[in-house]
């Protein structure tokens, strides 16, 4: 099976609030953890990404947590946007590997 | 300009005819990817080529032939297309592994009828 997945398939937000979405992996050997996001009719786009000997790191408006104990990944995003409603995916390189593997995705849609 | 290009956006075809998929980085890239989105938006990887050479073939059917003539090109060419090969499909690239990222092209919709 795949190495990685997602805790939830959507998520409803409200304009302003802040947006988390979780991911947990499988393969201890994971050492790059990346956060993409895919508008509809469009490619995977880069967010954030985090290495394994890291345990946050924050971008504009969002910020990735890792929790190597759990195998646990998450995205923060603040103050959510019209713009934000989108799918995301988390994904992770293993060390050596020539390849990316990603969760399921989760549907994040912004009310207004 | 744009990263990773791919061409076409859109292929409609009927079962059992041949089709390729081109992509085209001009990131200086060496190591380039296809990677098959379902319709549940599950991304699996396909195919990773470094500097040319195939580096994985994730058990897809030898009806999928990849070719890359240079570093910055890598095709996907499909025979007798099935049904079930209806799918996104993305073309990526990275330097070496990956461990500065992954940069993705805007995919090629298949649609098999």
């Known amino acids: 099976g795949e190495s990685v997945g997602l805790h939830l398939p959507t998520l409803s937000v409200q304009e302003g609030d802040n947006s988390i979405i979780n991911c947990a992996y499988s393969?201890?050997?994971?050492?790059?953890f990346i956060w993409y996001k895919q508008e509809s009719g469009k490619g995977p786009q880069f967010i954030i990404d985090?290495?394994?000997?890291?345990d946050k790191r924050q971008g504009q408006r969002v910020t990735v947590l890792l929790n190597k104990t759990v195998k646990h990944l998450s995205l923060q995003i603040a103050a959510t946007q019209p713009g934000d409603s989108a799918v995301y995916f988390c994904?992770?390189?293993?060390?050596?590997?020539?390849?990316?593997?990603f969760g399921a995705g989760t549907t994040v849609t912004v009310r207004a | 300009d744009t990263a990773v290009s791919q061409t076409p956006k859109y292929l409609v075809t009927q079962m059992g005819n041949d089709k390729s998929i081109k992509c085209e980085q001009n990131l200086g890239h060496d190591t380039m990817y296809w990677y098959k989105q379902d319709s549940k938006k599950f991304l699996k990887i396909m195919f990773s080529?470094?500097?040319?050479?195939?580096?994985i073939n994730e058990t897809v059917p030898n009806r999928f032939s990849p070719k890359s003539p240079d570093k910055a090109h890598l095709n996907l060419h499909i025979n007798s297309l099935e049904l079930g090969d209806s799918a996104v499909y993305f073309c990526?690239?990275?330097?070496?592994?990956?461990?500065?990222?992954?940069?993705f092209g805007s995919g090629t919709r298949l649609t098999v009828v």
């Open positions: 985090i290495r394994s000997n890291m």
């Open positions: 393969n201890s050997a994971s050492d790059y």
């Open positions: 990526a690239s990275s330097q070496d592994r990956g461990a500065y990222g992954y940069t």
């Open positions: 994904a992770e390189n293993g060390i050596g590997d020539y390849k990316l593997s």
């Open positions: 080529y470094n500097n040319k050479e195939l580096i």
